[in-house]
């Protein structure tokens, strides 16, 4: 980060012709003032794009490790406990050190995507509209990039250096890390969303930009964690009614849009035509044969495909997370008896959006009757179980699927935000409100079209993958609506719709239960799962990583730990 070189604008003038090479001045080194030029402009905002799918195979931007596996969704999976350590400790606990090598290289990578960010705004600020015409358009892009970055490292490490686009390079290393406080951090990250949702057009003509529903659905989820009141020890304090509704407000916005819910819960998670489809409010484009080294493959994920398409076999859904999808005779989920007994599909009513979450032996993989799961597709059956995530993966007979021995990637778009995503913020924020009874149609609409998702869950005979029953809440039928219940119901509904999707752990520091559910999880499952024997979720200190010890030494001592560690 303190190179005094640019290496962005580098890489891109090395794609232009020879004699333009020869034109740039001295070898090795560029002013800002060669370089900011309305022909160069645009490939510094293409750099800033490129790094949302830059994430390696041991630091996913999905946030697998850290939202799923670091929460009671997912086992960290793989061959045994010593196979990527690190995920181990973070998924434990209580050997979680600031020294490990994981958290300075999301630490280093996420500001990799802020500096990209910030130097490409410091170039189109030199420049003017009248000869750059999409001026107002590439910077509202840009403060949503950098938007985008801050609020996963914010929701990462909590106390993080805040720099913008008028800190040079040279002086990175001079900003503290607790200068500003969250909230502070938190209103910057609104404002970079904000700016961006009423400069950017609703449509896009190239895939993959970002346009202003989705700056909208970003600034609702900000908004969102901006609302719930953290202490200095992590401890929710109070929810803000004025933030709440500012939620509401952008939520609307992206709400009424051309997007909506995929009629097929499917759709969602399947290549080709069904990439960037109307729930996806934003994605990540990934490509092979492109002539990029070995092509844009999603490299974050390829350790979650099963040992029984090639390697590796890491985020293993929790027996915790399959129970959950099991309903009642009334076709809603058991809230609180879940988890009493394990789920018995040959007896139990469930979910259908378990069988689009969570493969398991004698089931389809991906939709494909033919192509059924066994143990075999599972590396550690004792430690781990036989359970294996599908949302992230593809079937091995799409030419997306990617060898890139010993592993395999695969190039569907990575969404980064879905329109069901944004329905639950609104309905989370009415009923923090009081307003339960206004987000009951919106709960009810994604249940609706949980039901509805059962055309592609069938075995080779054509019966259903699984006895499914799902039904719409009827409050004084099947459910009562007072607030407490309500707030029960949203934030078990969030773990059905986004399960494996990276958000289930930041939900729960959000909500102040982090410590809670997390002990509750090891004591349930320390009875058969061995890696949990001595778990532990210390309140006041794991609900964020520590800092990185790499950077306090790279800071020289500036930054300051995170409480307890």
């Known amino acids: 980060m303190n190179k005094n070189i640019l290496i962005i604008a580098i890489a891109f003038i090395s794609f232009t012709s020879c004699k333009k090479m020869l034109e740039v001045g001295p070898r090795g080194s560029l002013s800002e003032e060669q370089v900011a030029t309305p022909d160069q ?29 670091r929460a009671d969704d997912a086992y960290k999976g793989g061959g045994g406990i010593n196979d990527g350590d690190v995920f181990h400790a973070m998924e434990t606990f209580v050997t979680s050190r600031p020294d490990q090598w994981n958290y300075d290289g999301i630490w280093f990578n996420i500001y990799v995507g802020i500096r990209r960010a910030n130097e490409g705004l410091r170039i189109l600020n030199k420049l003017n509209a009248g000869e750059f015409p999409l001026l107002e358009t590439r910077k509202a892009e840009l403060r949503f990039l950098r938007g985008y970055w801050y609020l996963m490292i914010e929701n990462l490490f909590k106390q993080v250096p805040y720099i913008d686009e008028n800190v040079l390079p040279a002086n990175y290393k001079l900003v503290k890390n607790n200068e500003l406080t969250r909230d502070q951090i938190l209103e910057k990250i609104a404002a970079d969303f904000e700016f961006a949702a009423q400069a950017l057009p609703a449509k896009q003509p190239e895939i993959g930009r970002v346009n202003k529903y989705a700056a909208y659905a970003f600034l609702a989820k900000t908004r969102l964690f901006q609302a719930y009141k953290q202490n200095e020890t992590h401890a929710v304090t109070g929810i803000d009614p004025l933030l709440l509704q500012k939620v509401i407000d952008a939520a609307d916005i992206a709400l009424n849009s051309d997007y909506k819910l995929q009629d097929d819960f499917a759709n969602n998670f399947l290549p080709g035509s069904f990439e960037n489809g109307v729930e996806a409010l934003l994605s990540v484009q990934f490509s092979s044969n492109d002539g990029a080294g070995r092509g844009r493959v999603n490299f974050g994920d390829m350790l979650t495909v099963p040992q029984g398409l090639g390697c590796c076999d890491f985020q293993k859904p929790s027996q915790t997370l399959v129970n959950a999808f ?15 007994q394990n789920v018995n599909f040959g007896i139990n009513t469930v979910d259908p959006r378990i069988d689009h979450t969570v493969s398991r032996p004698g089931a389809p993989w991906k939709y494909e009757p033919a192509r059924v799961v066994t143990e075999a597709w599972s590396r550690n059956v004792p430690i781990y179980g036989v359970y294996n995530s599908m949302k992230e993966n593809v079937s091995p007979a799409c030419d997306c699927f990617i060898n890139l021995a010993p592993f395999f990637g695969n190039t569907k778009a990575r969404i980064l935000i879905r329109y069901a995503d944004v329905m639950l913020f609104k309905a989370e924020a009415l009923i923090e409100l009081g307003r339960q009874g206004d987000a009951l149609p919106l709960i009810n609409a994604i249940r609706r079209r949980a039901a509805n998702s059962t055309t592609r869950l069938k075995q080779a005979n054509g019966q259903p993958t699984s006895n499914y029953n799902v039904k719409e809440y009827v409050p004084g039928e099947n459910i009562s609506w007072d607030q407490a219940t309500a707030r029960k119901v949203l ?17 729960l520091v959000r909500w102040g239960i982090a410590d809670q559910v997390m002990n509750d999880f090891f004591a349930h499952e320390k009875t058969t799962r061995s890696i949990y024997q001595s778990a532990f979720f210390k309140k006041g200190r794991d609900e964020f990583l520590p800092v990185p010890q790499n950077q306090i030494f790279w800071s020289e001592g500036l930054y300051v730990q995170n409480p307890n560690y």
């Open 491 to 507: 934030r078990f509904e969030r773990r059905l719709e986004m399960a494996l999707e990276g958000e289930r752990f930041f939900d």
């Open 41 to 69: 402009a645009e490939g510094f905002v293409i750099a800033a794009y490129s790094q949302l799918g830059n994430d390696e195979i041991n630091r996913a931007f999905s946030m697998y490790q850290y939202g799923n596996v």
């Open 326 to 340: 099991r309903t009642s005779t009334a076709g809603i989920p058991l809230l609180d008896t879940y988890n009493d």
